[in-house]
């Protein structure tokens, strides 16, 4: 290249670079990025409180099977994640103990074309050394005895009045939560006599309470919908998120935690 003009040789050395260039990203592998520079895809999800335990086995699940997807669950009240979902909060999937709930998130925009999937039914539960001998649902009614039940606003408050309702009794309720597993936590802290909860919770919850026959739960059943947010950042995900707790796998990590079929 000696006799070779001075521009000519910034040609050249410029035509070689990019050669050079060519030949290593013929050498990639397409859609890969170094490990310093790597992305990772995430997905939001607000679930029902009661949902914890299947929802953590099938997230993990979904995540061995995605391992370049995260999931992020936020389980609290039916009612206060669909207050969150309206005002804004970033989501991809919303999944709640009643349809009623769900209905209510569909209506808003924020949530479309949701699909049962589990049931649920309520139950009386005590701590485990039962203080007020509590028996059945109608020892509820005793002023002497402190019960604690959901807010009538979220699903498993909806329950337990139609639960009083159907057996003609009026629980002595001193405290009002906005979840399950805030009633959940009050009776097994001893800090109430007893307390109404999904029978997935009491099965849960193992030696910490004590599990009181309620009969007069038959018949009134939750039935759990989820579904894709409106404003989901991938609905494709999204909608495979949806898919696994459908999934046969899903099925069976919800009956392991004590629900029904929808």
Sequence with gaps: MSGMSGTARRAAAASATVLALGVLSACSTPGTQPDDVARTSEI??????SLAAPFDEITARFEADH??????????????LVDQLVAG???????????????RAVDADVAYDPVLFASNAPTVVVPSDNPADVGALADLADPDVDAVVCAPEVPCGAATRELEERAGVTIHRVSEERSVTDVLAKVAAGQADAGVVYATDAQAAGDDVLVIDTPEAEGVVNRYPIAETADAQDHGLAGEFVAAVTSSHGRQALRDAGFGPP
Excluded: C, E, F, K
Excluded at 44 to 49: D, Y
């Design 89 to 103: 909060a970033p989501a991809d999937v919303l999944a709640t103990a009643d349809q009623a709930t769900m209905q």
């Design 44 to 49: 939001t999800v607000l679930a029902a409180a």
């Design 67 to 80: 391992p370049d997807v995260d999931v992020r669950v936020s389980y609290a009240g039916s009612d206060t």
